[in-house]
């Protein structure tokens, strides 16, 4: 039963870790055209929050709980500024914004080395947080599953959010039909600069989860990043049922290879996979049904 | 001058800018730098054999390569792998394996003893690999950030992967130590500067390939295919062949570079091949002019100065520097320093016509 | 390669058959069992409100969207072909909105257009003077004296002629045209009838077109299409007398034809 399980237990945590950094990524993808090769860095920017909580608030069973959102709005503030000091400066330049991303990346990455020194600091966990609950004969970490119950937290959140409110409304109008959201008096604008700071919010929020399980590192959003662009462009443009799918599917399929080879054949077994699965789904389908060719 | 000359000028003025930079790094250079800095200016050219590649698929293929280290890793290793057996002597095996392994070489290292055939590997891996992640993307019309991002992702699982394969491919570590480049001794200076000079004739030479292309039908196609892809198909055209043509030409330029930056750099490791070794090629590209026919060698030359003489200068600020570059180029010149001449002129025809 | 099943010069009539065509968007059907034969020779005009499928209809045939029947053209079904083997089967199309690429001269413009019939080896030569074929095209479209300015800085009509340029470059033996004067001033509405006219008797021509008028002076033959099917076909005498046209599609104002009625001239007016 362990070598089932564990693999798959595991992969669920990872996969939860992959969804929330995707949610975010598939957010601004999708509305606005725009990748963000920064995103991994605001994870880690979240990261450092949750560390940087802990030196002001030394109890370990509260910190991580206000380190939450604090993360939330430092990341998303952070997502913010990019928004409007460079990003809204490029539209319908998406292959540039990308590389100006690629910049602000290694810009940030440089930052928190020369804040925080080239080597990772511990985050202390919380005693709620210690020990397992064993799930199929598997003692499954309370850590994952808190990662599991926040990825999961955050998807129903934001899948209300836009669902529910008008602010929403508004987001998935400019998904579906920019030119027309702004003729109906939406202002894509205001709409663009909300989504990113959410979108960079989330990514903070799943690097305090990330500090819980491998503590701070100016590295650390390299690590997760490409997974997590490799769950978006599997799962589809701004679309959050094929962002859930294909996290948990990433998680879970990259821990079994791992379990049956190493870690790094199971990273080639998943980008290959992922090039198969466009064989069959590729996204950017052509699918044009206007009047010229764009 | 009459149009007939004019046009003509036009045709030929890269040629003599080729001629300019043979002059410059084959007789100057040389007269000029120190066996040190020469070598240094050896590592840059390398990076611009890639970049010229870069030029041609990005520049005027719009195929944002963010995983040419992967090409240029192929072509660096299959050369790191003779050189390491050249050193090993016959039958011998690389010394790393002896360290942390049993002894026993992989079969897949074998044929590299021989000379011809890493020649043949340098140009045919990159090649092979390129065709087969090409064709898979284009047919599938996967194009834009997904194509970027997919290449990104191909040189993070590359990087893994070397470094996971520390008894095959030395790990973290790379491959280094080499004593001999095809029979003449590494240490020996006047072979050093033999292989700088080899490399300078590379770079000239991907430079002549892609002048020929660019003036050629394939180039227009390949123009028309990053401005209007699928207005391409009704031509009677399939973008992803021209697409496919312009990666694979990139891919093997990069494998040059990566080969002759074995043993100029005496070394090569993950860290040369990675993804962030991916962007700081497309780094020159992009200073230099993504799509000007001498943009992007220029561009990973100064790039490449930079990166020695800012890290010597301020160790830890280069990466500000490579960062802030990237933003600023991108947002104020996105075609590139080279653009330049071309802004100021129509500033000034903008000033005198008001 | 593309087999080259249509030999040219040895049927005495050229023609593109239709037979069953059915177009479905996710359960939608923009067009409903078509069957249209286009012969070579003849100004074929396919008219009918926004919405009747006309677009849809040269978006199958040219394999832009999947459709079901049969689109016969020298024993090759195109509706199981792609784009680019299409067009080198003989058959090219024009967009509503002009596309040519802009950064290209107009001459380059046409050369590249010839691309189909060069060899794979020609592809990476650089073109020496200017091919025939394409100064031939550069005439009848009369854009001879434009060829060495960017595409991008053509008026918009112009931009239209040229695409019908690279058509004829493209050795295109049925053109499919996608309201190419929309946004053309009278007179080079009348210019590109006659163009038509001039390159149209070795080819099969179908204009998709908004503008009465101009259907009028140059059509041989109207198709109307409504709702995915088509209503009526003849010439344009017939097309009007034709009580179901009158109910759907010009309403009850068979007298107020002549100009550009209902939403038919808001693209015709701009530009």
Not at chain 1, 34 to 56: K, R, S
Not at chain 2, 322 to 347: C, K, Q, T
Not at chain 3, 27 to 34: D, E, I, N, R, Y
Not at chain 3, 249 to 261: I, K, M, R, S
Request: charged share 15%; glycine share 10%; net charge neutral.
């Amino acid at each position: 039963m362990d070598a089932l399980t564990t693999p798959l237990l595991a992969g669920t945590a990872s996969g939860a870790l992959l969804l929330i950094a995707a949610l975010g990524l598939s957010l601004t993808f999708g509305q606005m055209g725009v990748i963000n090769m920064a995103h991994g860095e605001f994870l880690m920017v979240g990261a450092y929050t949750a560390y940087a909580t802990q030196q002001v608030v030394t109890n370990a069973d509260l910190s991580i709980l206000v380190a939450l959102p604090v993360a939330f709005v430092v990341a998303g503030l952070l997502g913010l500024l990019l928004e409007v000091a460079v990003i809204s400066w490029m539209y319908r330049r998406p292959l540039d914004t990308l590389l100006v991303t690629v910049g602000v990346s290694l810009v940030l990455q440089q930052l928190a080395k020369d804040i925080f020194g080239a080597q990772g600091d511990p985050v202390v966990g919380p005693g709620w947080l210690e020990g397992t609950i064993p799930v199929f004969g598997y003692n499954w970490p309370l850590r994952q599953i808190f990662t599991v119950v926040l990825a999961l937290g955050a998807l129903t959140a934001l899948a209300a959010l836009l669902k529910y409110t008008s602010f929403g409304r508004r987001i998935r109008a400019t998904v579906q039909n920019r030119d027309l959201a702004e003729t109906m008096g939406v202002s894509t604008r205001v709409v663009d600069r909300i989504t990113f700071f959410v979108g960079s919010g989330l990514a903070g929020l799943g690097g305090v989860a990330v500090s819980l399980i491998s503590g701070t590192n100016p590295n650390l959003g390299r690590a997760y990043i490409i997974s997590a662009f490799l769950v978006v462009v599997a799962g589809g443009l701004g679309q959050l049922k094929g962002t859930v799918i294909a996290a948990f599917t990433v998680g879970v399929v990259t821990a079994y290879f791992a379990d049956w080879t190493s870690a790094a054949m199971a990273q080639v077994a998943t980008f290959a996979l992922v090039v198969l699965f466009l064989q069959l789904r590729p996204q950017g389908l052509f699918t044009v049904r206007t009047r010229g060719l764009t | 001058m009459s149009p007939k000359t004019l046009s003509l000028l036009r045709t030929f003025a890269p040629l003599l800018g080729i001629a300019a930079l043979a002059v410059v790094m084959l007789v100057v250079a040389p007269a000029v730098l120190s066996p040190f800095r020469l070598n240094s200016l050896g590592k840059y050219t390398c990076w611009a054999i890639a970049a010229v590649g870069i030029g041609l698929a990005w520049g005027r293929g719009g195929m944002l390569v963010l995983g040419q280290g992967v090409f240029f890793g192929l072509g660096g290793y299959s050369m790191a792998m003779h050189l390491k057996l050249e050193a090993a002597g016959p039958d011998g095996v690389p010394d790393f394996m002896l360290l942390y392994g049993d002894g026993t070489m992989p079969a897949f290292w074998e044929p590299f003893r021989s000379g011809p055939f890493t020649i043949f590997a340098i140009l045919a891996l990159p090649a092979i690999a390129a065709t087969v992640l090409g064709w898979a993307i284009f047919k599938r019309r996967v194009k834009g950030a997904y194509f970027a991002i997919l290449t990104q992702a191909m040189a993070v699982v590359f990087a893994t992967l070397l470094v996971a394969t520390i008894q095959e491919t030395g790990g973290f570590n790379g491959l280094n130590q080499f004593t001999q480049f095809f029979g003449y001794n590494l240490y020996d200076p006047v072979n050093k500067q033999m292989v700088y000079s080899i490399t300078v004739v590379l770079l000239i030479v991907c430079l002549l390939i892609v002048w020929q292309l660019y003036r050629s039908r394939f180039g227009e196609l390949l123009v028309a295919t990053r401005d209007a892809e699928e207005r391409v198909r009704f031509l009677g055209h399939d973008p992803a062949n021209i697409k496919l043509v312009a990666f694979v030409v990139a891919a093997m330029m990069a494998s040059v570079g990566g080969a002759m930056f074995a043993p100029i750099a005496g070394i090569i490791s993950p860290s040369d091949v990675d993804a962030t070794a991916s962007i700081f090629l497309i780094a020159g590209v992009a200073l230099g002019g993504r799509a000007l026919f001498l943009g992007p060698a220029l561009g990973a030359l100064t790039v490449g100065y930079g990166r020695t003489s800012l890290s010597e200068a301020f160790p830890n600020q280069w990466t500000y520097f490579l960062g802030a570059m990237f933003i600023v180029v991108i947002l104020l010149l996105p075609r590139g320093v080279g653009d330049l001449p071309r802004l100021v002129r129509s500033a000034l025809d903008r000033r005198t016509s008001a | 390669m593309s087999t080259h099943t249509h030999a040219p010069g040895k049927r005495s009539l050229d023609y593109l058959e239709i037979r069953d065509l059915t177009v479905d968007f996710d359960g939608f059907k923009a067009v409903k069992g078509v069957d249209l034969t286009l012969l070579q020779g003849r100004l074929h005009f396919l008219i009918g409100p926004n919405g009747a499928g006309k677009t849809t209809l040269v978006d199958a045939v040219t394999g832009l969207v999947q459709g079901t029947g049969l689109a016969s053209y020298g024993n090759q079904n195109l509706l199981t072909m792609k784009s680019h083997r299409i067009v080198r089967a003989g058959i090219g199309r024009t967009f509503q909105t002009a596309t040519v690429f802009e950064e290209l001269l107009v001459l380059q413009n046409l050369d590249i257009a010839g691309g189909v019939h060069r060899s794979a080896w020609g592809m990476l030569l650089a073109r020496r003077g200017v091919p025939t074929y394409v100064e031939e095209a550069l005439a009848t479209i009369g854009l001879t004296a434009l060829r060495d300015k960017p595409a991008g800085t053509l008026a918009h009509g112009q931009k239209q002629w040229l695409e019908i340029g690279m058509l004829l470059v493209q050795d295109a033996k049925v053109m499919l045209l996608d309201e190419p004067v929309a946004g053309m001033s009278a007179e080079e509405r009348e210019q590109t009838g006659e163009l038509l006219q001039r390159i149209g008797h070795e080819r099969t021509i179908v204009v998709i077109e908004h503008d009465m008028e101009f259907v009028r002076s140059f059509a041989d033959l109207v198709t109307v299409m409504h709702a995915g099917t088509v209503l009526a076909e003849g010439s344009i005498a017939e097309i009007q007398a034709d009580p179901r046209v009158q109910e759907v599609y010009l309403g009850h104002q068979v007298e107020a034809v002549p100009g550009d009625t209902g939403d038919a001239d808001q693209r015709s007016d701009h530009a």
